[in-house]
């Protein structure tokens, strides 16, 4: 499953600049991740209400804004429950300057705790192994951003994006919906 070109970073950064929200497009899609992962209701937009009060304090999108929105969701949804499909942080591409990603990464990981913590009031009762993730996030969320342009340095950021990743993964696997047993009746029956 590709992703729509209409989801790059900069096809989102101009829709929020022309709805003049002032949200860099990794926020937007940090904290819907997290509000994904944290188990929001997947039914009826759930996730929009809570998304808008993050974003733009409440005020309604434009509705090409929302649309755009909307696509990211789905895509990222669709990357969530199927392993296969390669979910992925929005984040900026390997010509821009390691500094700027690494900022991106922490605004990315501070916007998903929010989204998650907003969502899933009880981290605090989460596994152990949640619990340490989000701990673990929230250092990351810290990270410098004067970072050397080396091979070293890109080690090390393509590492932090691998652990973040898998650890929005692991959040949704607690919080998220249970998966389907559609499949597995359908597979069972011998016609």
Same mark, same amino acid.
């Given at each position: ?19 003049? *929200?002032?949200?860099?497009?990794? %926020? ?6 997290? /509000? ?17 009060? !993050? ?5 309604? /999108? %434009? ?5 755009? *929105?909307?696509?990211? #969701? ?16 929005? /984040? ?5 300057? !390691? ?17 998650? $913590? *907003?969502?899933?009031?009880? !981290?605090?009762?989460?596994? $152990? ?27 090390? #950021?393509? %590492? ?8 929005? *993964?692991?959040? #949704? ?19």
């Amino acid at each position: 499953m590709a992703t729509p070109p209409s989801l790059c970073i900069d096809n989102l950064k101009k829709a929020l600049d022309d709805a003049e *929200i002032g949200q860099h497009p990794v %926020e937007v899609h940090g904290a819907l991740v997290g /509000l994904i992962c944290g188990g929001v209701d997947q039914e009826n937009h759930a996730w929009v209400g809570p998304l808008i009060d !993050l974003m733009n304090d409440g005020q309604p /999108l %434009e509705t090409s804004l929302l649309q755009l *929105i909307n696509e990211l #969701y789905q895509d990222t949804v669709a990357r969530l429950v199927d392993f296969d499909f390669g979910f992925t942080l929005l /984040l900026p591409e390997e010509e821009v300057s !390691l500094s700027h990603r690494v900022e991106a990464l922490s605004l990315w990981t501070q916007s998903f705790l929010t989204g998650i $913590a *907003i969502i899933q009031p009880k !981290l605090n009762q989460a596994s $152990a192994d949640v619990k340490e993730v989000i701990k673990d996030l929230a250092e990351i969320a810290q990270v410098e951003f004067d970072v050397g342009e080396d091979e070293e340095s890109e080690t090390a #950021y393509v %590492e932090l994006q691998e652990f973040v990743r898998m650890a929005a *993964i692991l959040c #949704y696997a607690e919080f998220g919906p249970e998966p389907s047993m559609d499949n597995a009746d359908d597979t069972q029956k011998v016609h």
